[in-house]
């Protein structure tokens, strides 16, 4: 153990980049129905980590929660969406791949997902209710989260967290 070298808070922020990059358009997440503001905030936060963009609607208070919930010292990038099925609609279009992440038949099991390899979009649902049937026929891939236990889904924020981290390709 008297090998191992703890990184300095200098050290990592000689590796980080000193400006935020600008909306590389590669990953989106996309909680497109929240129900918790207070994920927001904590998915924001992964965005910048994974190198992700945030995509939400705006809502009255959607706004505020990221505002509340982001300890980020410079501006992430978010996109505003009016409708989330037009938009999603949007980037498939425009050659994105839209990804669920939902508990369905024929699902990919996150530990198969690979690594992005073109502009995807992970599309996450209402915490209770999932991906609403509409947009569920506008996604070309779902993935499934495994669990053991009780509960039959994580919060938005976690739930992102895991499927952007593989598909960035840190996982």
Known sequence: MSGIRVRTRK???????????RCLGHLIAAPLWPLHGVNLGTLLRTCDA?????????????????????????????????DPLTWLDGERAA?????????????TRLADLPMARRPTVT?????????????????????EIPMIGTGASL?????ASLVLYKLAGFA
């Open 11 to 21: 050290d990592l922020r000689a590796e980080r980049r000193r400006h935020p990059p």
């Open 50 to 82: 994974a190198g992700a963009c945030l995509a939400v609607p705006r809502l009255p208070w959607t706004t505020e929660a990221l505002a509340r919930g982001n300890t980020l010292r410079r501006p992430a990038c978010v996109h505003w969406v009016r």
């Open 95 to 107: 050659r994105a791949h839209i990804l669920g992440v939902e508990l369905a038949e024929n699902a």
């Open 123 to 143: 599309v996450l649902g209402h915490e209770r209710d999932g991906i609403p049937p509409e947009a569920l026929d506008l996604l070309d891939e779902v993935v």
């Open 155 to 159: 919060n938005v924020a976690v739930a």
